[in-house]
T-cell receptor
């Protein structure tokens, strides 16, 4: 696609429900990152992949959060048993090569609200 | 380790200059600068990859002092379109070869006519 696509754009869910957030990176991009961004704050790292391999998941807040990228393209961030504190903007970014030496392209994000 | 940005916010009149600083307590390999407008995704401005490197982008340029573990973003003759929040993202080496960027809290820049 032309850019990084995330879906849904908005998600309202009840506390205790599971949610799955999808990221479709730019075609051919090697690295894919998940960030969480609170209002007025910078993106907070969650996890990233090179191809289908999850390289670092140290930013995931707890074991209710998980991510996968099974075929090295589309990625899904899953939050189980959602809590109100999970409410935030979740952003995905992709880069054509190693993330620390190339530009990262961000998606429009998924605004998650847990009620 | 989250980099520290300063100032937190700045208001400029069109045509004025500004400097945004980004510093880290850890040794840096790369510094990335992004600008985010309200309600939009962060947009890449530039990457600095080695100490002493300076880069320019129209009237926006940046420097990277590896020894001091800091970077500065320079905006000259500011335009209304420069308004937004500026984030620096810092990268460090890992065994896997690349690191996820750690972003600062941002500097909110407002340019007024």
């Amino acid at each position: 696609g032309a850019g990084v696509s995330q879906s849904p754009r908005y998600k309202v869910t009840k506390r205790g429900q599971d949610v799955a957030l999808r990221c479709d990176p730019i075609s051919g991009h090697v690295s894919l990152y998940w960030y969480r961004q609170a209002l007025g704050q910078g993106p907070e790292f969650l996890t990233y992949f090179n191809y289908e391999a999850q390289q670092d998941k140290s930013g995931l807040p707890n074991d209710r959060f998980s991510a996968e990228r099974p075929e090295g393209s589309i990625s899904t961030l899953t939050i189980q048993r959602t809590e109100q504190r999970d409410s935030a903007m979740y952003r995905c970014a992709s880069s054509p090569a190693r993330g620390d030496v190339t530009e990262a392209f961000f998606g429009q994000g998924t605004r998650l609200t847990v009620v | 380790q989250q980099p520290v940005q300063s100032p937190q916010a700045v208001i400029l009149r069109e045509g004025e200059d500004a400097v945004i600083n980004c510093s880290s307590s850890k040794a840096l390999y790369s510094v990335h600068w992004y600008r985010q407008k309200h309600g939009e995704a962060p947009v890449f401005l530039m990457i600095l990859l080695k100490g002493g490197e300076q880069k320019g982008h129209e009237k926006i340029s940046a420097s990277f002092n590896e020894k001091k573990q800091q970077s500065s973003l320079y905006l000259t003759a500011s335009q209304l379109s420069y308004s937004g929040t500026y984030f620096c993202g810092t990268g460090r080496r890992q065994n896997s070869g690349n690191t996820p960027l750690v972003f600062g809290k941002g500097t909110r820049l407002s340019v007024i006519a």
